[in-house]
């Protein structure tokens, strides 16, 4: 059974950069394509970016090209996700989620709130 | 990229009663649709994936259909366990994946 435990909230100024984390117990991090999504209060669901295991590359979404960091970690199965620059536009709720390769995120992480304030 | 919308964007119907609801692609997806379920301060949960695979201890009054721009969930028989906001997601490899705005389900 595959579980996706991430880090606790973090609250940070206008300006700064954060880092959220995720691990992965269950299955083998390289053998999954892990992404990341995030949920602004009483929003939907807006993806920021993932694994592409065609290319062997992380892809990300065009809004946060410049400013998002993806990596991996396989000999601690851990996951982390950096965004620079925030606004108070970027307090959510961020997922870590994985699926296998070419296929939907099965498994999910609990979400880890981020504050900018 | 892929723009994706859902309609309607709330609905609310009686248990037992049939629900659907219809996700448009801006261009062809060529199946690679999946359907997810969340619940109030949850993660989503995978439903539905190439368009009309149900993922495993999914029930089965959950189910999907469609193909290029059009595709729908479907619920046949309402249960109040279904209360939760629905969203439809892209995942072609080729192109950033995207998920549609979310349908909120009422019971």
């Known amino acids: 059974q595959v579980q996706v435990k991430q880090s606790g909230t973090e609250v940070k100024k206008p300006g700064a950069s954060v880092k959220v984390s995720c691990q992965v117990f269950g299955h083998t991090l390289s053998d999954l394509s892990l992404h990341w999504v995030r949920q602004a209060p009483g929003k939907g669901l807006e993806w920021m970016g993932g694994?592409?295991?065609?290319?062997?590359?992380?892809v990300y979404a065009q809004t946060f090209l410049d400013r998002v960091k993806m990596t991996e970690d396989s000999s601690t199965a851990t996951a982390s996700m950096e965004l620079s620059r925030l606004t108070s536009d970027d307090t959510a709720v961020y997922f870590c989620a994985a699926g296998l390769p070419f296929k939907p995120l099965a498994y999910w992480g609990q979400g880890s709130l981020v504050a900018v304030s | 990229d892929i723009q994706l919308t859902q309609s309607p964007s709330t609905l609310s119907a009686s248990v037992g009663h049939r629900v659907t609801i219809t996700c448009r692609a801006s261009r062809t997806l060529s199946g690679w649709l999946a359907w997810y379920q969340q619940k109030p301060g949850k993660a989503p949960k995978l439903l539905i994936s190439?368009?009309?695979n149900l993922e495993s201890g999914v029930p089965s009054r959950f189910s999907g259909s469609g193909s290029q721009t059009e595709f729908t969930l479907t619920i046949t028989s309402l249960q109040p366990d279904d209360v939760a906001t629905y969203y439809c997601?892209?995942?072609?490899?080729?192109?950033?994946?995207?998920f549609g705005p979310g349908t909120k389900v009422e019971v």
């Open positions: 997601q892209h995942y072609n490899i080729y192109t950033p994946w995207t």
């Open positions: 190439k368009a009309s």
């Open positions: 694994f592409d295991p065609e290319d062997g590359a992380t």
